[in-house]
T-cell receptor, first 117, second 111 residues
């Protein structure tokens, strides 16, 4: 499967626990984006990363949320001390590059559905 | 703040009918993408349009980018149940990575 991979597909956490969501971009893609989608709503941008760098985290809550994309391994979105309002589908997308029309086309993974009980 | 409004929000039609979905903004975008998302899955890229007035066809789907690059439409001919899903448009500006997603159109095609 050469597409964007995310795991787990479903994650249940109790309030106060930590959630770790993983994303492996498409082969050859070095740009990763995280989005959040609430039921019956559109996609909201959270953070944009390149290898070892956070480029734009303007859509990510300043507290409890963090993201990384290490030199080796998948990108990780971490949510500490989860609350019920964090329940949502979290999608990762990747692109080949940024700046040119076809280069920055974003391809999405299947998402991780987080449920906080 | 750039916004993309999609209409209609919901659409339920019979198999074989034609339909058009609209994506409108007061802002200019350098390119626009259309995605389809099925329940429980991630959005799948259908097309990218970059030139004002551009028309692209993908089997029974026809995409058009407005001349002023502020709006776009998606026309489906002879809809099939497999076309059911959430259709999302997303706009971008030259030199930036950030997608502005539209509000979405939920299409249901009944057999």
């Amino acid at each position: 499967n050469a597409g964007v991979m995310q795991n787990p597909r479903h994650l249940v956490r109790r309030r106060g626990q930590e959630a770790r969501l993983r994303c492996s971009p498409m082969k050859g893609h070095s740009h990763v984006y995280w989005y959040r989608q609430l039921p019956e709503e559109g996609l909201k941008f959270m953070v944009y990363l390149q290898k070892e760098n956070i480029i734009d985290e303007s859509g990510m809550p300043k507290e409890r949320f963090s993201a990384e994309f290490p030199k080796e391994g998948p990108s990780i979105l971490r949510i500490q001390q989860v609350v019920r309002g964090d329940s949502a589908a979290y999608f990762c997308a990747s692109s080949l590059a940024s700046g040119g029309a076809s280069l920055y086309e974003q391809y999405f993974g299947p998402g991780t559905r987080l449920t906080v009980t | 703040t750039q916004l993309l409004e999609q209409s209609p929000q919901f659409l339920s039609i019979q198999e074989g009918e034609n339909l058009t979905v609209y994506c409108n903004s007061s802002s200019v975008f350098s390119s626009l993408q259309w995605y389809r998302q099925e329940p429980g899955e991630g959005p799948v890229l259908l097309v990218t349009v970059v030139t004002g007035g551009e028309v692209k066809k993908l089997k029974r789907l026809t995409f058009q980018f407005g001349d002023a690059r502020k709006d776009s439409s998606l026309h489906i001919t002879a809809a099939q149940p497999g076309d059911t899903g959430l259709y999302l448009c997303a706009g971008t500006n030259s030199g930036t990575y950030k997608y502005i997603f539209g509000t979405g159109t939920r299409l249901k095609v009944l057999a």
